[in-house]
């Protein structure tokens, strides 16, 4: 890449994809899968073998939109035909997520989506059900497989920041929860839905938090749902501060609008853009920088997008991990389940309040 340093331009931002790519069978027809999973898998190659959704509309639209060629009527024909051969994309409400693991074959492969049930103690009876019928089933922890969180990753696994100590997420965005029917039925929004994907990939950076101080807040544009805005502090003890400030109703832009992340470290940090978050109906491209070794910030370009890219190479290394093309299933059910019980205990600190000053 002409001007960037080498060491930048050889940061990972990619994940390879499986050398016989397994037929997928999609569970599930919602917006998500038109707007995330069927691009990626076509942007990528990986071969969708049918869909199945209990309104068969949606299924045939999305079929006709993505050549996809065949839409199975039933659910039990949707599993048989994908078999322990196929693998399974559960694009699935919480709710639903365990009775239909229950219906999966022995020995299947699954892609579940998150989150991995309403609450911990479900993501626990899930990860059991998974386990007991020797399905290897990874979360759609997309974030992990960013471009920018691949290089991100790299850079920190190299050395390039030295100790990481400081990790700060920061939004101030306006997110249009209308499009999604299902959110006023919830017992909690901002944290299962959005801060998720930002506590699986600070788990995934830093390990596990010793604790977690939360605050989620509603809006008044929101009345129906239960919070819209949250502060969060992960507790690293003494050598970390890791923060969120996540507002999702500032509606004022595109002044001040603002989505970063920063990664600091005692050699070196990176500053993130989310581009994607910026204008949710019309995204603009990430932009990441990075400076280390006391050289000057320098842009790193960036050779995918979130949208598509990371559905794909989430999708990608679970197939190569069940076919033992990759050692590690980054997503695993197991490690999601920790990031479940992190929003659980996130909702408990919000219930519970921070410590009350004396009068």
Not at 75 to 91: K, N
Not at 160 to 179: K, N, T
Not at 233 to 251: F, G
Not at 294 to 307: F, K, M, S
Request: net charge negative; proline share 7%; hydrophobic share 45%.
């Amino acid at each position: 890449m002409n001007g960037v340093p080498e060491t930048l331009a050889a940061l990972r931002q990619s994940w390879p994809m499986p050398s016989r790519p397994r037929p997928i069978t999609i569970i599930g027809c919602g917006g998500i899968v038109r707007d995330g999973h069927l691009p990626a898998y076509r942007k990528m190659d990986l071969p969708v073998a049918g869909i199945f959704d209990v309104n068969p509309e949606t299924a045939n639209a999305l079929a006709r939109d993505f050549g996809v060629s065949v839409v199975h009527s039933t659910l039990d024909e949707a599993i048989a035909a994908c078999g322990t051969e196929g693998v399974f994309d559960l694009a699935l409400p919480p709710a639903v997520l365990l009775e239909t693991v229950r219906r999966l074959p022995e020995g299947a492969t699954a892609l579940m989506q998150k989150p991995l049930g309403p609450n911990g103690a479900a993501a626990r009876e899930i990860v059991a059900a998974l386990d007991e019928r020797n399905i290897t089933a990874a979360t759609n922890f997309q974030l992990r497989f960013t471009p920018s969180m691949l290089a991100i990753e790299d850079a920190v696994r190299k050395g390039l920041f030295g100790e990481v100590v400081d990790v700060d997420v920061h939004l101030a965005v306006y997110m249009p929860w209308e499009l999604w029917s299902f959110i006023p039925r919830m017992h909690a929004v901002e944290l299962p839905l959005h801060s998720i994907h930002y506590l699986d990939w600070i788990r995934g950076l830093l390990g596990e938090p010793a604790s977690i101080y939360a605050k989620a807040v509603k809006h008044p544009r929101y009345p129906d749902l239960a919070d819209a805005r949250s502060s969060i502090i992960l507790d690293y003890e003494d050598r970390v501060r890791c923060a969120l400030s996540l507002n999702h109703t500032y509606n004022y832009g595109p002044h001040h609008v603002e989505a970063t992340i920063r990664v600091e470290g005692t050699k070196g940090a990176a500053h993130l853009t989310v581009g994607y978050l910026i204008d949710y109906v019309r995204p603009v491209p990430e932009r990441l920088e990075i400076c280390h070794a006391g050289q000057d910030w320098a842009e790193l370009p960036l050779t995918g997008e979130r949208v598509p890219d990371s559905f794909a190479y989430v999708m990608a290394n679970l197939q190569r991990f069940a076919g033992c093309e990759d050692a590690r299933l980054i997503t695993d059910v197991h490690d999601s389940m920790r990031t479940m019980f992190l929003v659980d205990a996130g909702l408990q600190s919000s219930r519970q309040g921070g410590v009350i000053p004396e009068n």
